[in-house]
């Protein structure tokens, strides 16, 4: 009688919590705290013999900062038309569109930083390679303003981008969201100094833009540590068949009131 009596107390319990509403326990936004990065927008071209070098520099630069470097190639009008070896055409009208919003500039290779506007040189796209490391250096050195993180859902015929932006403090500004998609690992003919190289390997080359040029825009009150959320789609059909998947990144980045980059971020397209 006595196990009985504690057998039907146990099923009364068990069915009777059964019937409660359990908690939903939402873990913490990780929030990204890997400082302040830098956006650099390369203009570079298949068939810009100087570019090979200056990309060596920059994937120096990236390797000594790692994912606090987010890099974008953009192959607009000049030095772009494909080799006659090429079996890739890198253009597009967003990467077009881009270049030309970026003129006035000198030539390639030319990077932008941040869409900063330097003291040390008169336009915005610079092509002085020996300043570019220090430029990036000062960009990293200042506190970060924001972070970003991403949640990609892939659904049957859209990728939503759940987008989390956290402000690291009070921000009293407009601020712009852009976002595009890169292709990395594409060995491709490019031309050097003196020859044509048959097995360069191009690497975060611009292939769609999500959002217009000038952004999306999010606001103009940011409070510390609140949480923005956007979410952002794309149509499965802009995703070209040639595109290789598992090399896509999804490159976010928000722009205040000046078209100056407060932070930025890479994440992966696809898993």
């Known amino acids: ?22 908690e939903v326990i939402i873990p913490p936004l990780q929030i990204d705290d890997r400082g302040k990065t830098v956006l650099i927008e390369e203009l570079t071209g298949v068939r810009c013999p100087n570019c090979p070098s200056a990309n060596a520099r920059l994937e120096s630069i990236k390797f000594l900062y790692g994912e606090n470097i987010v890099t974008v190639a953009i ?18 009208h967003y990467a077009s569109q881009l270049e030309n919003n970026f003129r ?26 020996d300043q570019w ?55 491709d003919p490019q031309q050097d100094v003196t020859s044509i190289i048959p097995d360069y390997e191009h690497n975060y080359v611009l292939r769609h833009m999500i959002t217009p040029i000038d952004g999306l825009y999010l606001g103009s009150q940011f409070d510390q540590n609140q949480v923005y959320n956007q979410s952002i789609s794309l149509d499965k059909n802009d995703i070209q068949e040639q595109w290789v998947l598992q090399n896509l990144s999804l490159i976010i980045f928000v722009t205040n009131s000046l078209n100056e980059v407060e932070q930025a971020g890479q994440f992966r397209f696809i898993e």
């Not at 941040?114 to 796209?125: C, E, G, M, Y």
Request: hydrophobic share 45%.
């Open 75 to 92: 192959h607009g009008d000049l030095l772009t038309m494909p080799l006659a070896e090429s079996h890739h055409d890198f253009r597009n």
């Open 1 to 22: 009688m006595f196990s009985f009596k504690y057998l039907c107390l146990a099923v009364f319990l068990v069915l009777f919590s059964s019937c409660l509403e359990r």
């Open 104 to 129: 006035p500039f000198v030539g390639k290779p030319s990077i932008v930083i941040n869409r900063k506007l330097f003291p040390s040189f008169s336009l915005i796209a610079n092509p002085l390679q």
């Open 133 to 187: 490391q220090s430029l990036i250096e000062s960009e990293l050195q200042k506190d970060q303003t924001l972070s970003i993180t991403s949640d990609i859902e892939d659904q049957d015929n859209t990728i939503t981008m759940n987008l989390g932006i956290v402000p690291v403090s009070d921000i009293q500004d407009n601020l712009w969201l852009h976002a595009m998609i890169t292709e990395s690992h594409i060995i």
